[in-house]
């Protein structure tokens, strides 16, 4: 039970993060709104790391340089998710946003690159993804 | 239209990447030290692309609230929920959860027009279409007995 509301909140947090960032982006600018929300949390993530020392900082030097970098990411993720929210709603962004992340992972564990254990195709997933994009289309009437 | 869900699947596209290079990251590391390098990694880079693009003008934070301050937190919060859902309902069931709750937040977002953004009304075909998606979900994520990557760092 607590774990569901962990996750539910988890999720929740997920879609407020988007709105606020929206919703911030009005007064200040997108770019700056990126900058501003990755920075605060940039800072509180450091504060805890600091307290709970649940991981080393030298274990970084053991990844993949490419891997390290991901979070660069976050800079087009965050700019793209306020414009669409802007654009086509919240609902929209969310739907598409979700649908595209499940089908990259979908094609990156069938193919196995970057390392993770490669995954056969199934009927179910080509049916999940189906189900999926029909639901956008319903969203549109 | 298009522009937008051209921009929420590229948005989506990055998560799924991203997700897969912080959980690497997140194998060694733990879950604090690779949440605040992927967080400072994004404030970089938003950072360097706002200069290129605006220039001085991305330091120029005009009718700053006070709240603004504090809305990077909630990141924090999505990394404390994902972390223990996921401890506590094994990653598949957590993640079914944490999507199905995306979705339905998001809706009421759009019906409420929440934090002062635009108002979408709110119609029983969004229900009906943010269902078949959840269905879709659960039977992409359930169906066929796939084994799950554990991916606990999950962006916005």
């Known amino acids: ?141 | 239209m298009i522009p937008g869900l051209l921009m929420a699947i590229a948005a989506g596209s990055l998560v799924g990447l991203q997700n897969i290079f912080n959980s690497k990251v997140n194998e060694r590391a733990g879950s604090w030290a690779t949440t605040a390098l992927v967080l400072g990694m994004g404030f970089a880079a938003s950072l360097t692309i706002g200069f290129i693009l605006e220039g001085k003008r991305i330091f120029t934070l005009q009718n700053m609230q006070p709240w603004y301050w504090i809305s990077g937190m909630i990141g924090v919060g999505v990394v404390i929920c994902l972390v223990q859902g996921v401890k506590r309902l094994g990653p598949t069931y957590a993640i079914l959860i944490v999507l199905t709750s995306q979705l339905v937040l998001a809706l009421l977002f759009d019906s409420l027009g929440l934090l002062g953004l635009d108002k979408v009304p709110f119609t029983f075909n969004k229900l009906l279409g943010v269902l078949a998606i959840v269905g879709g979900v659960i039977v992409f994520k359930i169906g066929g007995g796939r084994k799950f990557q554990k991916s606990v760092v999950q962006r916005k």
């Open chain 1, 1 to 141: 039970m607590r774990g569901s509301l962990f996750a539910f909140f988890g999720g929740a947090f997920i879609t407020l993060q988007g709105v606020a960032n929206a919703r911030i982006s009005q007064d200040i600018g997108t770019w700056q709104a990126a900058m501003i929300t990755q920075f605060t949390g940039f800072i509180t993530a450091l504060m805890i790391l600091l307290f709970v020392r649940d991981g080393e900082w030298q274990q970084f030097k053991q990844v993949k340089p490419l891997y390290l970098i991901g979070g660069a990411f976050g800079a087009v993720i965050v700019f793209s998710n306020v414009t669409a929210i802007h654009q086509i709603g919240v609902t929209y962004t969310i739907s598409a946003l979700l649908i595209a992340q499940l089908c990259l992972t979908f094609v990156i564990d069938i193919n196995g690159w970057f390392g993770v254990v490669k995954q056969k195709m199934r009927l179910p997933q080509f049916v999940g993804i189906g189900m999926m994009i029909a639901g956008v289309m319903i969203l549109r009437f």
